[in-house]
């Protein structure tokens, strides 16, 4: 069912979603299709405070890990993502700086890669919303590219932070959905008033981007995954250096972290959905674990817990 009707038949709804799995807490989000890996050690925490009206969605993200996101907002919508604070991160591989939101249309896959303890407050708005606003065909028919990094005064992001804090902190029993919708609406409107796209890009850019993705396509589809950088060098057709050069500028990490982190999500990911015969041994291999002793010792230091006490809990 679309958010459209599902919130007209159901309007107001609220709800607050708590996560301790990076991934599971990425399926939390009303409507939207994601999948996170987690960047950084330790036991992860999320929290997602969500608003839906009948034709907006509003909501704050809490994470406590760095994370790597793969992201779509449901389709025939626009998307406005303010981090807490001026937060940085990146949306695909482009720093957002302290005076800039990020914006895609729906229908798009776009990734963000974010820091410990990231907070980030969410509008995306229908069709039929823009299109009262006279900005429909100009928003979704654009260049996601164009519209990632949004330049945005900062008493627009504060008066706008504090219109979503206030909604989301509202009982659902008081909620009134036209004038919440007005108030934001007027927030948006004054957002995508005053938008100036941030088109900048590094040298080499374009490059370094396709040599990220080339990696990420390869762990996608191979039955059995690199372990080591000369292999990565090789599925890339680049030098150690460029693929030092192209994983640090678009991801922040390098591409031997990249790999060890991914290989271990993947790992996470089969055992917190398991089926009958699963073991930790065999999923471990399938990833290039072969030292379990190792693996073990790496898997509780990433999670905060032993891979078998993953598998126990969700095959329980």
């Known amino acids: 069912m679309s958010l459209d009707r599902q919130a007209s038949q159901n309007a107001p709804w609220r709800c607050t979603w708590e996560a301790w799995d990076a991934n599971e807490h990425a399926h939390n989000l009303t409507d939207w299709s994601q999948e996170y890996d987690q960047f950084s050690r330790g036991a992860f925490y999320g929290r997602i405070d969500e608003v839906r009206l009948s034709e907006m969605q509003v909501f704050k993200e809490y994470t406590s890990n760095a994370l790597g996101q793969q992201c779509n907002v449901w389709p025939e919508s626009l998307w406005i993502g303010i981090p807490v604070d001026g937060q940085s991160c990146r949306i695909n591989g482009h720093q957002v700086g302290a005076q800039e939101v990020m914006c895609q249309p729906g229908g798009h ?23 009262r606003a006279g900005a429909a065909d100009d928003l979704l028919a654009a260049d996601p590219e164009r519209l990632m990094r949004l330049q945005l005064p900062d008493h627009t992001r504060q008066a706008t932070g504090f219109l979503i804090e206030r909604l989301l ?7 009134s959905v036209k004038v919440h919708q007005d108030i934001l609406s007027l927030a948006l409107a004054e957002i995508l008033r005053e938008e100036t796209p941030n088109t900048e890009m590094p040298p080499s850019y374009g490059h370094r981007k396709q040599v990220v993705d080339r ?22 057709h680049v030098s150690q250096r460029t693929l030092q050069y192209s994983f640090n500028s678009i991801l922040g990490i390098s591409p031997i972290q990249f790999l060890r982190l991914t290989r271990l999500n993947r790992v996470r990911r089969r055992l917190s959905a398991p089926d009958t015969g699963t073991t930790v041994s065999q999923v471990a291999a399938d990833w290039g674990f072969y030292h379990l002793g190792q693996f073990a010792q790496d898997y509780r230091q990433l999670f905060g817990e032993a891979p078998s006490v993953t598998l126990y809990r969700h095959a329980a």
């Not at 890669?113 to 708005?125: A, Q, S």
């Not at 902190?169 to 909620?175: A, D, F, H, M």
């Open 109 to 131: 896959d776009f990734e963000l890669v974010t820091p410990d303890r990231f907070g980030i407050y969410g509008l995306v708005v229908s069709r039929q919303w823009l299109t």
């Open 169 to 175: 902190g509202t009982q659902r029993e008081q909620l």
């Open 215 to 236: 990696i990420k396509a390869h762990l996608n589809a191979c039955e059995a995954p690199p372990v080591a950088l000369s292999e990565l060098c090789e599925i890339a």
